[in-house]
């Protein structure tokens, strides 16, 4: 595939959301937006801030740890974040299949949260500071997954630095849904008049 297919895909789709939004009302899309960028803001002012996501997010997370028990222990304590980074992307293609395409940024804005959260959890691998959850009984041992993972690939030094480029990540596809959001309420109330 060339950079002129490439090309070519993307203005379609553009083409065909801009053809989506006609006839819709971005009444109701703009709050959501603003809630999306003020979560946004809420992260970069604070690494360990969890918006109304953050116990979805949770439960998705543990629920990882809990299906892929059987694939053995890396695989089980990676799948925590395999988890909870899967729930919003596939979300993001059911919407995408239907087509609901102001869904799929809103979905983009919550991936965005859980690389937030995953983010904090890499950088705290050595320092091991965070308060964590298990599902295991009360009292028993409770290991930090990302020390695990990492400890267990010779990474654990480059915790921080990870963590640095996942919250980069998380920055750009944040703020890369919240412009596609608005630009289809852009489109939406122009189509509107």
Not at 80 to 95: C, I, N, R
Not at 156 to 171: E, I, Q
């Given at each position: 595939?060339?950079?002129?297919?490439?090309?070519?895909?993307?203005?379609?789709?553009?083409?065909?959301?801009?053809?989506?939004?006609?006839?819709?009302?971005?009444?109701?899309r703009a709050?959501?937006?603003?809630?999306?960028?003020?979560?946004?803001?809420?992260?970069?002012?604070?690494?360990?801030?969890?918006?109304?996501?953050?116990?979805?997010?949770?439960?998705?997370?543990?629920?990882?740890?809990?299906?892929?028990?059987?694939?053995?222990?890396?695989?089980?304590?990676?799948?925590?974040?395999?988890?909870?980074?899967?729930?919003?992307?596939?979300?993001?293609?059911?919407?995408?299949?239907q087509p609901?395409?102001?869904?799929?940024?809103?979905?983009?804005?919550?991936?965005?949260?859980?690389?937030?959260?995953?983010?904090?959890?890499?950088?705290?691998?050595?320092?091991?500071?965070?308060?964590?959850?298990?599902?295991?009984?009360?009292?028993?041992?409770?290991?930090?997954?990302?020390?695990?993972?990492?400890?267990?690939?010779?990474?654990?030094n480059y915790?921080?630095?990870?963590?640095?480029?996942?919250?980069?990540?998380?920055?750009?596809?944040?703020?890369?849904?919240?412009?596609?959001?608005?630009?289809?309420?852009?489109?939406?109330?122009?189509?509107?008049?």
């Amino acid at each position: 595939m060339t950079l002129t297919d490439v090309q070519r895909l993307a203005g379609a789709l553009r083409d065909e959301v801009a053809d989506w939004c006609e006839g819709r009302s971005w009444l109701w899309r703009a709050p959501l937006l603003l809630y999306l960028a003020y979560v946004g803001v809420r992260h970069l002012g604070n690494p360990e801030y969890t918006s109304l996501f953050g116990g979805i997010n949770l439960g998705i997370h543990e629920a990882g740890h809990v299906v892929l028990s059987f694939a053995g222990q890396w695989v089980m304590i990676l799948g925590g974040t395999l988890f909870q980074l899967a729930a919003p992307l596939v979300a993001a293609f059911l919407f995408l299949r239907q087509p609901d395409y102001f869904a799929v940024p809103v979905c983009g804005a919550w991936f965005s949260t859980n690389l937030y959260n995953v983010a904090t959890y890499m950088a705290d691998a050595r320092a091991l500071e965070l308060p964590l959850v298990t599902l295991g009984p009360e009292g028993g041992d409770v290991e930090h997954d990302w020390n695990y993972l990492l400890n267990s690939v010779g990474l654990l030094n480059y915790d921080t630095t990870l963590a640095g480029l996942v919250r980069l990540l998380a920055f750009l596809v944040m703020w890369g849904s919240i412009a596609a959001g608005v630009w289809m309420c852009w489109r939406m109330a122009r189509g509107n008049r």
